[in-house]
């Protein structure tokens, strides 16, 4: 996601460790964004998939709630990336 770019450009000098971004944190979010979007693009095309690519990435992102909650631009770009890849598949047909 374009947000997730932008995060990793702009930095502020940090008061304490907390407060410093750990380094994979941005870079990993896009690229469980980038695959998601991928495997979302094989389900609509019709293409075979393993659905356990899409859990592992999710349950990735669960583990690193902690670390994505003390970043608050970091939290308020999560919520894109829930309704794209999550809230979708609660809804009923």
Excluded at 23 to 43: G, I, M, Q, S
Excluded at 52 to 61: G, H, M, P, T, Y
Aim: proline share 5%; glycine share 4%.
């Amino acid at each position: 996601m374009q947000e997730f770019k932008k995060l990793r450009a702009c930095g502020k000098k940090a008061k304490s460790p907390k407060d410093v971004k750990p380094v994979h944190l941005v870079p990993f979010l896009t690229y469980a964004d980038t695959n998601l979007r991928e495997y979302t693009a094989k389900v609509t095309s019709g293409e075979p998939v393993d659905w356990r690519i899409k859990e592992a990435l999710l349950l990735l992102v669960g583990h690193l709630a902690d670390e994505i909650d003390r970043f608050p631009d970091i939290r308020n770009n999560m919520q894109d990336f829930f309704k794209t890849h999550v809230i979708q598949e609660l809804s009923s047909q």
